[in-house]
């Protein structure tokens, strides 16, 4: 399990050659809340809509990501323009509020926990504010089967008993 924090501002290294071939700028998932794979970042005018799928992507070691050649950078088609990144995009998740159907609020989204043999995003940070993450700590919303949609501007948990965890595993 990973937190997208520790995984964006990684170099992308080509294990072939040795070659940085971009920084980790963003995660990208699906509608069905699925990792996709990662926008990057790269040096030169070329900033953004360059991306490598989940499937090319060799490992996300703990300080670089490594792929196995420069031919799995593409560019992002009207599809993948759908995706949701966790810091870019006009449905970006990080600062999204999480409010229960029943109206009552959990928090905003802070940070995603994936999977990354999987690509499944398994778990929300979620913040209550400054003061109350310095007082008492960011909480961790893991819906495991149950599924949360992303609406426009909010996201919707079932009204299902979730459990919330404390993010420093206390």
């Known amino acids: 399990m990973r ?6 501002g ?6 072939e050659t040795g070659k940085q071939i971009g920084t ?13 794979g990662v926008l990057l ?6 900033r953004r809509g360059r991306f490598i799928a989940v499937e090319n992507i060799a490992a996300f070691g703990a300080d670089a990501v490594m792929v196995d050649s420069e031919d799995v950078v ?8 759908e995706w949701v990144g966790l810091l870019s995009g006009d449905r970006k998740l990080k600062g999204r509020p999480v409010i229960k159907a029943s109206g009552r609020e959990l928090g905003w989204v802070e940070d995603v926990y994936f999977r990354e043999e999987m690509g ?7 913040s ?16 495991g089967a149950l599924h949360l949609t992303w609406g426009k501007d909010v996201i919707i948990a079932p009204d299902e008993d979730i459990p919330l965890h404390d993010a420093n595993g206390k």
């Open 10 to 15: 990684l170099p992308v290294i080509v294990s």
């Open 128 to 143: 209550d504010g400054f003061l109350s993450d310095v007082l008492s700590g960011r909480k961790v919303l893991k819906p």
């Open 120 to 126: 499944t995003l398994i778990g929300y940070e979620l």
């Open 3 to 8: 937190k997208s924090r520790d995984v964006i």
């Open 74 to 81: 593409s560019s992002l088609g009207d599809e993948q323009r």
């Open 41 to 46: 970042e790269r040096d030169g005018w070329l």
């Open 24 to 36: 980790v700028r963003d995660l990208l998932f699906d509608g069905r809340q699925n990792l996709r």
